[in-house]
């Protein structure tokens, strides 16, 4: 049994290893932790500013829906709605890109982009699906992150090239921001706003013009407004000027330039224009030397207004700035001085005498018989105008003139003396008896129906005719008698005394007819029987 023996083994130290070894399954947190380190740093690295922008209302603004956008490119998103502590606004708090950080300065503007439909077009129609969106325009500045929003949209949303203007007007009429500008028919530019000037004299509108149209506009450019329709009658018939469709439902303003004018004449940028009211203005030249005359009227000026025109035979002169009545309290005349300018740069001078300035000159021609007249321009309209004229046999009436302005005689309207005489004759006619002279009338009428009754009696009875027709003949001279009586009573000239004198003619001469009839049947009585004989 003890056969078997065991092998002795050898027996040795182990080795005990004391370093820890970082298990596996940690690897897998730390992994996820490096991650979000990352993804926090990435994330807060490319977060854009935090900006507010306040707004009327929040009509269309959404939380985490509405987009901030520049050239319909997303630039940031609304976060955060408040009612303002005002109470009559709302803070509108928005995310933006980091990249729209440069475009956060102090003049950058925003606005909400809805639809809207106007005259000029259709705008922010795509915000029909997609909803409404904030729109923004850059402009340089120093940096910014509270805004106030627009009410409305800049009439330029982007950084178009061109030139602003001032152009100077008294008459607004329909135009405002949006106002299109036409060149030769070609939309170039708007009206981007309007004041009042600070002598509350005139309105100066701004208005841009886009390149390249804008190097058009130059020293002699002139802007009218544009209606869309103008139509003129002239010598050769009627003309019709039209506008584009969009002039004639809201207005607009052309410009054009002068032929004289070349491409270096071109001005800086806010040079003031003067607005015509319409093409015709426009086309005028205009002087800037004048002369300003005072004119007394003692009749009507109604139809007469200011910027009327001063024509001297048919070709203007001048035109008519203002106008007052006077009334003499001693006299009691009523008087009307109208001040003229007059642009003696209108006038080509022949002849023209040495060292005689333009008031001399005038003096010369009131000497000579030059005389103003109000004349009637338009029978539809009444309108009148100052006319100008020589009159050599018409006196210089003068007036107590306190205007500070040289005088200019006037002669009253050729038409105006035809209705004085008229009304002259008229006061005499009204004073003549004429109830008396119709009585009178009247009476001798009645005598002549008689008369003719009597008469016919006397040629149809062949009895008793010749003492008929003595007491006929008897009456008609008691008629004739009386009328003229009557005649003496009528003024000599007069129409009624004509024709009652042609009348007593004809009776004289009925009344020797009678008389001869009468003659022949007292010697021929047969006659009545067999008929007047043939000699």
Same mark, same amino acid.
């Given at each position: 049994?003890?056969?078997?023996?065991?092998?002795?083994?050898?027996?040795?130290?182990?080795?005990?290893?004391?370093?820890?070894?970082?298990?596996?399954?940690?690897?897998?947190?730390?992994?996820?932790?490096?991650?979000?380190?990352?993804?926090?740093?990435?994330?807060?690295?490319?977060?854009?500013?935090?900006?507010?922008?306040?707004?009327?209302?929040?009509?269309?603004?959404?939380?985490?829906?509405?987009?901030?956008?520049?050239?319909?490119?997303?630039?940031?998103?609304?976060?955060?709605?408040?009612?303002?502590?005002?109470?009559?606004?709302?803070?509108?708090?928005?995310?933006?890109?980091?990249?729209?950080?440069?475009?956060?300065?102090?003049?950058?503007? @925003?606005?909400?982009?809805?639809?809207?439909?106007?005259?000029?077009?259709?705008?922010?129609?795509?915000?029909?699906?997609?909803?409404?969106?904030?729109?923004?325009?850059?402009?340089?500045?120093?940096?910014?992150?509270?805004?106030?929003?627009?009410?409305?949209?800049?009439?330029?949303?982007?950084?178009?090239?061109?030139?602003? @203007?001032?152009?100077?007007?008294?008459?607004?009429?329909?135009?405002?921001?949006?106002?299109?500008?036409?060149?030769?028919?070609?939309?170039?530019?708007?009206?981007?706003?309007?004041?009042?000037?600070?002598?509350?004299?005139?309105?100066?509108?701004?208005?841009?013009?886009?390149?390249?149209?804008?190097?058009?506009?130059?020293?002699?450019?002139?802007?009218?407004?544009?209606?869309?329709?103008?139509?003129?009658?002239?010598?050769?018939? @009627?003309?019709?000027?039209?506008?584009?469709?969009?002039?004639?439902?809201?207005?607009?303003?052309?410009?054009?330039?002068?032929?004289?004018?070349?491409?270096?004449?071109?001005?800086?940028?806010?040079?003031?224009?003067?607005?015509?009211?319409?093409?015709?203005?426009?086309?005028?030249?205009?002087?800037?030397?004048?002369?300003?005359?005072?004119?007394?009227?003692?009749?009507?000026?109604?139809?007469?207004?200011?910027?009327?025109?001063?024509?001297?035979?048919?070709?203007?002169?001048?035109?008519?700035?203002?106008?007052?009545?006077?009334?003499?309290?001693?006299?009691?005349?009523?008087?009307?001085?109208?001040?003229?300018?007059?642009?003696?740069?209108?006038?080509?001078?022949?002849?023209?005498?040495?060292?005689?300035?333009?008031?001399?000159?005038?003096?010369?021609?009131?000497?000579?018989?030059?005389?103003?007249?109000?004349?009637?321009?338009?029978?539809?309209?009444?309108?009148? @105008?100052?006319?100008?004229?020589?009159?050599?046999?018409?006196?210089?009436?003068?007036?107590?003139?306190?205007?500070?302005?040289?005088?200019?005689?006037?002669?009253?309207?050729?038409?105006?003396?035809?209705?004085?005489?008229?009304?002259?004759?008229?006061?005499?006619?009204?004073?003549?008896?004429?109830?008396?002279?119709?009585?009178?009338?009247?009476?001798?009428?009645?005598?002549?129906?008689?008369?003719?009754?009597?008469?016919?009696?006397?040629?149809?009875?062949?009895?008793?005719?010749?003492?008929?027709?003595?007491?006929?003949?008897?009456?008609?001279?008691?008629?004739?008698?009386?009328?003229?009586?009557?005649?003496?009573?009528?003024?000599?000239?007069?129409?009624?005394?004509?024709?009652?004198?042609?009348?007593?003619?004809?009776?004289?001469?009925?009344?020797?007819?009678?008389?001869?009839?009468?003659?022949?049947?007292?010697?021929?009585?047969?006659?009545?029987?067999?008929?007047?004989?043939?000699?």
């Amino acid at each position: 049994m003890n056969d078997f023996i065991e092998p002795p083994y050898e027996t040795a130290d182990a080795a005990i290893n004391k370093k820890r070894e970082l298990p596996l399954i940690w690897l897998l947190p730390l992994c996820a932790l490096l991650v979000s380190a990352w993804l926090i740093y990435k994330t807060v690295s490319e977060k854009g500013p935090e900006i507010t922008i306040n707004f009327p209302s929040a009509d269309g603004l959404e939380i985490d829906k509405t987009k901030i956008k520049y050239l319909d490119v997303e630039i940031g998103k609304v976060t955060d709605i408040a009612i303002n502590k005002d109470m009559k606004t709302i803070d509108v708090t928005a995310e933006m890109h980091k990249e729209s950080s440069g475009y956060l300065t102090k003049n950058t503007q @925003f606005w909400v982009v809805r639809p809207q439909i106007g005259l000029s077009g259709v705008t922010g129609l795509g915000t029909l699906m997609s909803g409404a969106y904030i729109a923004i325009k850059p402009e340089k500045g120093k940096k910014e992150r509270h805004f106030k929003g627009l009410d409305t949209p800049p009439i330029l949303e982007t950084d178009a090239q061109g030139k602003r @203007f001032i152009l100077e007007t008294t008459n607004l009429g329909s135009m405002g921001p949006g106002t299109q500008i036409s060149f030769h028919g070609i939309n170039v530019g708007e009206v981007l706003n309007y004041e009042l000037a600070n002598n509350a004299d005139n309105i100066k509108l701004t208005v841009f013009v886009n390149a390249p149209y804008d190097q058009f506009v130059r020293t002699n450019t002139r802007f009218w407004i544009d209606s869309g329709i103008d139509l003129s009658a002239g010598a050769d018939g @009627f003309k019709l000027r039209t506008g584009p469709l969009i002039s004639l439902l809201a207005g607009g303003i052309a410009f054009r330039t002068s032929p004289d004018d070349k491409a270096a004449d071109t001005v800086p940028e806010n040079t003031p224009f003067q607005l015509f009211d319409d093409y015709d203005q426009s086309t005028q030249v205009i002087y800037h030397r004048t002369i300003k005359v005072v004119m007394f009227f003692g009749e009507s000026v109604r139809g007469l207004t200011i910027g009327a025109p001063v024509l001297l035979r048919g070709i203007p002169v001048g035109k008519v700035t203002d106008f007052d009545l006077e009334i003499d309290a001693k006299t009691a005349e009523i008087h009307i001085p109208v001040v003229v300018e007059v642009e003696p740069d209108r006038i080509k001078i022949i002849n023209k005498q040495a060292n005689m300035t333009a008031k001399e000159n005038i003096a010369h021609l009131i000497a000579k018989g030059l005389r103003a007249q109000l004349q009637t321009g338009s029978l539809l309209t009444g309108q009148l @105008f100052v006319a100008l004229d020589l009159f050599p046999e018409s006196k210089v009436v003068t007036h107590k003139n306190d205007t500070g302005y040289q005088e200019f005689p006037t002669t009253p309207n050729s038409m105006n003396q035809i209705i004085n005489s008229a009304q002259a004759v008229m006061d005499k006619i009204s004073k003549l008896p004429l109830e008396t002279m119709t009585t009178e009338i009247n009476k001798t009428l009645e005598s002549l129906q008689s008369t003719s009754k009597a008469a016919t009696k006397t040629l149809v009875t062949a009895n008793g005719t010749l003492s008929t027709a003595d007491k006929t003949l008897s009456s008609a001279d008691k008629t004739i008698s009386s009328a003229q009586q009557v005649l003496t009573t009528l003024e000599p000239g007069s129409t009624t005394q004509y024709e009652l004198n042609q009348l007593l003619q004809e009776l004289t001469q009925t009344a020797s007819s009678v008389k001869q009839l009468a003659d022949y049947l007292e010697e021929h009585p047969e006659s009545l029987i067999r008929g007047k004989t043939e000699k």
